[in-house]
T-cell receptor
Framework: AQTVTQSQPEMSVQEAETVTLSCTYD???????LFWYKQPPSRQMILVIR??????QNATENRFSVNFQKAAKSFSLKISDSQLGDAAMYFC????????????FGGGTRVLVKP | DADVTQTPRNRITKTGKRIMLECSQT?????MYWYRQDPGLGLRLIYY???????NKGEISDGYSVSRQAQAKFSLSLESAIPNQTALYFC???????????????FGPGTRLTVL
């Protein structure tokens, strides 16, 4: 079974600085997808960024970027120029089309942003 | 209006009670999912459905049942609630996607359930 591990329960960052969240996963599949979701205090799950395993280029969405290392099964999220609104729980998730788009989530990392 | 809605948003119930959580969507998606969220464990899949006649168990289905009343509605039931079912429950929907494309899941706002 696939597993997703987030080893940092909590990270703190100064406003305008950069923070990197770690995620590792275990899979025997070659075609899969990786995601980072943000969960603010409102509880809503918000998709931040996605990465297709068959793409070598790392995904970027504005201030959010990933470092996808397929051989190492690592998928980290970098938040640049951190803003107070970035404070939230962040979940790494894994999915495959073969498994019906089901998602397997990591345990989450809480990001605190200090003004 | 929200594309994926869940009712109730919050619920407190007692051990042994039957409770139903409801999910409705206006996105026209065939696939629907129920997850529960616990601190430190992230979200875990309870049940999922590819269409009205196709329902499957997820990682942690014991103690739960589901009903897909229509393409747009997917309900989760706890037949006899117990305290360790206290959690945040999410419904999600997606389309299968064509070719290699993987369509994202859209989540409802969640239901906070407390079993006393």
């Amino acid at each position: 079974a696939q597993t997703v591990t987030q080893s940092q329960p909590e990270m703190s960052v100064q406003e305008a600085e950069t923070v990197t969240l770690s995620c590792t996963y275990d899979t025997s599949e070659s075609d899969y997808y990786l995601f980072w979701y943000k969960q603010p205090p409102s509880r809503q799950m918000i998709l931040v960024i996605r990465q297709e395993a068959y793409k070598q280029q790392n995904a970027t969405e504005n201030r959010f970027s990933v470092n996808f290392q397929k051989a190492a099964k690592s998928f980290s999220l970098k938040i640049s120029d951190s803003q107070l609104g970035d404070a939230a729980m962040y979940f790494c998730a894994y999915g495959t089309k073969a498994a019906g788009n089901k998602l397997t989530f990591g345990g989450g990392t809480r990001v605190l942003v200090k003004p | 209006d929200a594309d994926v809605t869940q009712t109730p948003r919050n619920r407190i119930t007692k051990t042994g009670k039957r409770i139903m959580l409801e999910c409705s969507q206006t996105k026209g998606h065939d696939r629907m999912y129920w997850y529960r969220q616990d601190p430190g464990l992230g979200l875990r899949l309870i049940y999922y459905s590819f269409d009205v006649k196709d329902i499957n168990k997820g990682e942690i289905s014991d103690g739960y049942s589901v009903s897909r009343q229509a393409q747009a509605k997917f309900s989760l039931s706890l037949e006899s609630a117990i305290p360790n079912q206290t959690a945040l429950y999410f419904c999600a929907t997606s389309d299968p996607g064509g070719g290699r494309s993987y369509n994202e899941q859209f989540f409802g706002p969640g239901t906070r359930l407390t079993v006393l």
